[in-house]
């Protein structure tokens, strides 16, 4: 009666939910008080997938859905991206009969890297996909080491494991796991790739296996790429998908020297995303002419990147995690690799949604100096902590009269309504991004 009534209940705020646009966690925090072991109790697809790791949890997750449903699979999936045990909760218990027998093929999860180990304490994923490491927010994910610890507890003998192989951390979940269950992807040495490090700080700079000095034949951003320990011998796996080619300025990739990709968002983030996505699709038996047909040229419904219009600009809104360095530096490059004149707005109005602080430090971490570009015009520094970062960019080589700092978002977004008809490019988090995009027209 316990599991009855926790799905009935999850049902009934979900729906009420769903009229007041809320209500992806608090339903199943209410199931889950109901019967803490509904999620044990309850019967799942033969197929349940998971996805975790500091960036690209959410667009992976999209692709993947949007891939097997292609292929004729009915997919649930947690597409608010409300992806703690709460959310898992409601999403499951929200397409359970009465009897707890969940509907659809694939259960799809974003999970949350400090919390997968609560949500897989009641079920197992059949396959479990780890993007990436990285020094991450800091008042709640502290060190990238702190993380692997937390999601290691959600590893589970019986799991098919999808590791990024470029990433030194992500590879130890690979150590006392049998190797049959263990899955590789990453990029070939190609047009990105750099022989020196590029960011200004290096995490793969120590082998996270014995701490000795780690050697890298090549990068690919921050400290992916392609590395192996002289002392211990901990290296880069080779890899079962792979990115043979990459020409990101040409938007084109070719996976497996086989499938040709075309980008639409020509970013190094959009190519691993894409590569996660495939190398699961493949595992669930979706052949490559199905998944090639979805992701060529295909643009991200979730928010990640918008397009819009103001006044006489053309504008591209890119969300960068705030206090996550690595998130904004790929942004940055990707607006660096950018050939037409272009204006940059970086909004910092609030730092974090779940903790208050006005912790900046980490702003000292990102790599602004890539906006030192012929081609970039102005830089305007907007929101509550815009005066945080002046300070930041005195430090940059970019010159000052180049810089406009206002507090307030409208005021920015009026002075280039008013002012010029050059690309925009808009470089903030989720929490800040509407406070723009309600002054402009999206496209």
């Known amino acids: 009666?316990?599991?009855?009534?926790?799905?009935?209940?999850?049902?009934?705020?979900?729906?009420?939910?769903?009229?007041?646009?809320?209500?992806?966690?608090?339903?199943?925090?209410?199931?889950?008080?109901?019967?803490p072991g509904v999620l044990g109790r309850v019967k799942l697809p033969e197929n349940v997938i998971a996805v975790t790791g500091s960036n690209g949890k959410t667009s992976t997750v999209e692709m993947i859905a949007a891939i097997l449903t292609a292929d004729g699979r009915q997919v649930v999936y947690n597409r608010e991206g409300s992806n703690q045990i709460e959310g898992v909760a409601t999403l499951i218990l929200s397409h359970c009969t009465l009897g707890g027998r969940m509907r659809g093929d694939v259960?799809?999860?974003?999970?949350?890297?400090?919390?997968?180990?609560?949500?897989?304490r009641w079920f197992r994923p059949t396959h479990f996909v780890i993007t990436n490491l990285y020094r991450d927010q800091l008042t709640r994910n502290g060190h990238p080491e702190w993380v692997y610890d937390a999601v290691k507890a959600a590893v589970f003998p019986e799991t098919t494991l999808v590791l990024n192989a470029d990433d030194p951390l992500v590879s130890c979940f690979a150590r006392d796991h049998d190797p049959d269950k263990v899955k590789w992807f990453g990029l070939a040495p190609c047009s990105i790739s750099t022989r020196e490090h590029h960011g200004l700080y290096h995490d793969g700079a120590r082998c996270p296996v014995c701490r000795g000095r780690m050697a890298y034949s090549c990068f690919h951003y921050a400290h992916i790429g392609h590395y192996a320990c002289p002392s211990c011998g901990h290296r880069r796996h080779d890899t079962d998908f792979t990115v043979t080619a990459l020409d990101l300025e040409e938007g084109r990739l070719t996976i497996n020297g086989a499938t040709d990709i075309s980008l639409a968002f020509r970013s190094i983030y959009n190519v691993y995303n894409i590569l996660a996505a495939w190398s699961v699709c493949a595992l669930a038996g979706v052949t490559p002419a199905v998944m090639a047909g979805v992701i060529n040229n295909y643009m991200l419904k979730n928010g990640r990147m918008i397009t819009f219009r103001l006044g006489d600009h053309r504008g591209t809104l890119l969300t960068s995690k705030h206090e996550n360095s690595v998130a904004y530096d790929t942004n940055l490059a990707y607006i660096a690799a950018s050939g037409s004149p272009c204006t940059v707005l970086v909004i910092v109005d609030s730092i974090s949604r779940k903790y208050f602080t006005g912790e900046t430090s980490w702003l000292w971490d990102i790599d602004f100096d890539r906006l030192c570009a012929p081609q970039v015009g102005r830089v305007l520094l907007c929101g509550k902590y815009?005066?945080?970062?002046?300070?930041?960019?005195?430090?940059?080589?970019?010159?000052?009269?180049?810089?406009?700092?206002?507090?307030?978002?409208p005021a920015a977004a009026a002075y280039l309504e008013e002012n010029g008809d050059e690309d925009v490019y808009v470089v903030t988090c989720f929490s800040d991004r509407d406070k723009l995009l309600e002054h402009a027209a999206r496209r």
């Open 107 to 120: 259960l799809l999860l974003e999970s949350d890297e400090r919390y997968a180990r609560h949500t897989f």
């Open 1 to 35: 009666m316990r599991l009855v009534l926790a799905v009935i209940v999850c049902k009934v705020l979900r729906f009420v939910g769903g009229l007041i646009g809320k209500g992806s966690s608090l339903p199943g925090q209410f199931a889950l008080k109901l019967c």
């Open 386 to 409: 815009c005066n945080d970062l002046a300070v930041r960019f005195q430090y940059t080589q970019i010159p000052a009269e180049k810089l406009w700092i206002h507090e307030e978002i």
